[in-house]
């Protein structure tokens, strides 16, 4: 997931805030949002603004700015495509950067600006927001760098939460690609040590000191290092077939 720090508008323009509310308000009144599996749920997309230099820098040195700029976009749309595409939940994206930026104008989702410091607080305000909307019952959020996510994954994270208070996608480097609960608790997100190995067990360990019930589901991998650029062309060849 991203590690950047939270903006927001674009200047000169209306906020991105101000178009979600009237975005919400029309949806609540004219019953949009009724055809989606688990209505009670959100899903949280964490996400940046596609700017060259500022998305998967740790890719720059292997394949330059526009090289890494173009698996961002790649990548980002898959994630966000699958949600979208999946009819699951409302679907917002959570956006480090300009909210209004015309990549994310192409799919039918809330957006917002990532709020806090570091990326343990951006994720618990974002939580901690989804579920001040009415009905809301729990909230599943992930990143945009990762391949391997699939509608049926998405679907097996927020059923999961039916049956657990959380629910937590394991990633092979030590962290993970998706976390789902049924309330908003901050001390899961509170001073872990954002990418470090060491992500997923501090995860474990506050959910278990919290008394809860969770489920792993299947391990994936992310994009992160120029190692995985390889494993990535060999992943989006498989699927052209």
Known sequence: MSTSRGGGSCSGV????????????AAAKGGARSDYAYPDARLLVF???????????RLIPAVGELGALAVYERLAAHVIERAVEARLAPVQLWI????????????????????????GERMSSAIRAAFAEPGVRRVVLFG????????????????????????????EDGGYVLIGVKRADASLFDGVPWST????????????ALGWRWEEMEMLWDVDEPADLARLRAFERALLG
Not at 14 to 25: C, F, H, L, Q, V
Not at 151 to 159: D, F, K, M, N, R
Request: net charge positive; glycine share 8%; with cysteine.
């Open 14 to 25: 209306r906020s991105a805030s101000d178009i979600d509310r009237t975005r919400m308000i």
């Open 47 to 57: 996400c940046k603004v596609p700017e060259a230099g500022q998305v998967k820098t």
């Open 197 to 208: 190995s060491k992500v997923l067990r501090t995860t474990r360990n506050r959910i278990a």
């Open 96 to 119: 480090s950067g300009c909210t209004d930026h015309p990549f994310f104008s192409r799919w039918s989702a809330d957006r917002h600006a990532q709020q806090g410091g570091d990326l």
């Open 144 to 171: 945009t760098d990762i391949p391997g996510i699939t509608s049926g994954y998405l679907q097996h994270a927020v059923a999961s939460l039916d049956h657990f208070d959380a629910v937590l996608g394991p990633a």
